[in-house]
């Protein structure tokens, strides 16, 4: 049986910031339900002996759990490479100090530009000051320092400026990563899409910034898949590698598919190593039996699975499609009309869309109507205000 | 990068890599952020010498006392393949 190497364990939705291009489910209010410290930690043991080495706990933002420490330091016990993901919102220097001492391994930050402004309206929040002050003090307590950065039409022309910053703060690894549509970006698609020309000059620089920066910082660029003629080998294949915890224990091949109309399987109910080896979710996309034309006969299906389930399902509403993505896929006019639109010279017609920021979800305690913040109002329009 | 490392050089696995034994594989694992790299026996041996102290000529001597054939370039590119990937630092004498 191949066993998973990683597991990405959304400890929450709750997140204070509210980006555009979360990939987190729409109706984030149904999540409320948190799996306990307890089940969280029988989880990691489970997953440890299914051969999970790299844990990632992310969100939302995991700092909102108040027993991450504890939850580090279980997984710490077990041996594994703990890596936490977080908008460092909440990253205060004794956190950090017990985060360390419990064994945490990694710090990833997100970034969302290289100046205030604009980062905080991307964020929803004045953010950007306490980011730069947690990734100071991350590499001051000796861990190595990951900056996450989504791409999108906004950020993508301030690319060599991010680099800067990512330098000057010497982080060891810088994830540019562009928008992945699903969620909350899928929702927001037409007003992230980069332009072709936007995608070329960052592609020139992230390059030369490569090559400059080789052996002092690790660029790792993830390509926009509207703009590549084969498709992502989605997580590295359906169940093969990776597996996804979410907040109330529902365990996802990848972490966008709790959209797709299978069936649902959690922790609270079954234990991991059946969920991985044997549920009908795992075995849905599992190899290349399932696989339609022009997928089945293709010498890539072993290099790209068909790409994403996800996607497949947000295009045609047939996950079992192959990825649209794909030159060679029947659907892949639809990619090409979005793509197109996106390159429509928009200044003057008016009709940009507006992005719709993610909705901010209350603690399950003081739960109430769910509260929309005060917009995207901020993101810059062609005035630039 | 395929040219091996300096004999001279002391090497040591980088503050953000850590090698674990993995029960559940029966081998020992390198681990970094984002990375897993599964080791044979002879790599998990050459690691555990990357202490710093030891210079590769060293290493390469111990593993000849352990193995029978040892072939020094092979060893060098090991290495040099863990630097490449900031996983393992050369330090000088």
């Known amino acids: 049986m191949l066993r998973p190497f990683g597991m990405l364990a959304e400890l929450t939705y709750r997140c204070p910031l509210h980006c555009p291009y979360c990939s987190n489910p729409l109706n984030l209010e149904d999540y409320h339900d948190e799996l306990t410290t307890a089940e969280w930690q029988r989880v990691f043991a489970e997953a440890r002996e299914l051969g999970v080495l790299q844990l990632h706990l992310s969100g939302g933002e995991p700092l ?18 703990t890596n936490l993901i977080t908008s460092a919102i909440g990253l205060t220097p004794r956190r950090a100090e017990q985060l360390r001492a419990a064994g945490l391994d990694h710090v990833q930050i997100s970034i969302q530009a290289d100046e205030a402004v604009l980062s905080d309206q991307i964020a929803g929040l004045p953010a950007f000051a306490q980011k730069l002050a947690a990734a100071r003090l991350v590499k001051s307590l000796g861990w190595p320092l990951t900056l996450n950065v989504v791409l999108h039409r906004y950020n993508l022309d301030r690319l060599d400026r991010i680099l800067e910053l990512a330098e000057s703060l010497e982080a060891d690894r810088i994830e540019l990563a562009n928008t992945q549509y699903y969620g909350w970006a899928w929702r927001n698609r037409a007003a992230l899409l980069p332009s072709k020309a936007q995608i070329e000059r960052a592609e020139a620089i992230v390059r030369a910034a490569q090559e400059r920066l080789a052996g002092r910082m690790e660029i790792i660029y993830v390509i926009p898949d509207y703009y590549s003629q084969y498709p992502k080998p989605c997580m590295g294949g359906w169940g093969r590698s990776q597996l996804t915890v979410i907040p109330n ?99 003057g017609q008016g009709e940009q869309a507006r992005p719709v920021p993610r909705v901010f979800v209350r603690l399950p305690r003081q739960r109430q109507a769910t509260t929309p913040i005060g917009g995207l109002r901020g993101l810059p329009n062609k005035e630039g205000k | 990068m395929d040219e091996g490392v300096s004999s001279t050089k002391r090497p040591r696995l980088a503050r953000q890599a850590r090698m674990v034994w993995d029960p559940v594989r029966q081998r020992h694992v390198l681990l970094a952020p984002e990375g897993v790299l599964l080791l044979n026996e002879t790599g998990a041996v050459i690691v555990s010498l990357c202490d710093g102290n030891r210079t590769v000529a060293d290493i390469i001597a111990e593993l000849r006392q352990r193995y029978d054939r040892v072939v020094e370039h092979e060893v060098q590119n090991f290495i040099a393949r863990l630097v490449d990937k900031r996983w393992m630092e050369l330090h000088d004498a």
Do not use: K
């Open chain 1, 249 to 347: 224990g529902d365990v996802l091949p990848c972490p966008a598919a709790h959209i797709l109309p299978l069936p649902r399987v959690s922790v609270r109910e079954y234990p991991l190593s059946w969920i991985w080896a044997e549920s009908p979710l795992f075995q849905r996309f599992r190899g290349t039996d399932w696989m339609p034309e022009p997928c089945r006969s293709c010498p890539r299906r072993t290099i790209d699975f068909g790409g994403c389930r996800c996607q497949a399902f947000l295009f045609t509403g047939d996950p079992a499609r192959t990825d649209p993505i794909c030159h060679l896929s029947p659907d892949h006019w639809m990619v090409e009309e979005i793509v197109r639109r996106a390159n429509d010279d928009r200044d």
């Open chain 1, 64 to 81: 909102l759990r108040r027993d991450l420490v504890e939850l580090v330091a279980s997984a710490h016990e077990l041996g594994m490479y």
